[in-house]
């Protein structure tokens, strides 16, 4: 049974930075996409990046620029760093195995951004 675990998450300033990251245990994580996801209170939850078992990467357009995706696969991790955060980048953060919306979701990590 996959499971993941992710972390990274606080309260941070605008223009700051924070790295996520999350780690999967059972599974063969180097053979699948991967996915970082949020979520707002009473709005659905969007994709953020994603990245492929040979590293391609993928951005929503919102966050082009500002965060990057990465994975290590001898370490079953994959991370995500936000750079120049935003108040609007304010949500709820999962990582999800398989990259999409049928994937396995981790419980996510709150990142907070003051203005």
């Known amino acids: 049974q996959v499971q993941l675990v992710e972390a990274g998450g606080g309260l941070v300033q605008s223009r700051g930075s924070l790295r996520l990251s999350c780690d999967i245990s059972?599974?063969?994580?180097?053979?699948?996409?991967m996915g970082w996801y949020r979520q707002v209170p009473g709005k659905q939850r969007e994709m953020v990046a994603t990245?492929?078992?040979?590293?391609?990467?993928n951005y929503a357009d919102s966050v082009k620029g500002r965060f990057t995706i990465s994975r290590d696969n001898a370490k079953n991790t994959v991370f995500l760093q936000m750079n120049s955060l935003k108040p609007e980048d304010t949500a709820v953060y999962y990582c999800?195995?398989?990259?999409?919306?049928?994937?396995?979701w981790g419980q996510g990590t709150q990142v907070t951004v003051s203005s």
């Open positions: 059972g599974s063969s994580f180097s053979r699948y996409s």
């Open positions: 999800v195995y398989g990259g999409d919306f049928d994937g396995v």
């Open positions: 990245i492929s078992s040979g590293g391609s990467t």
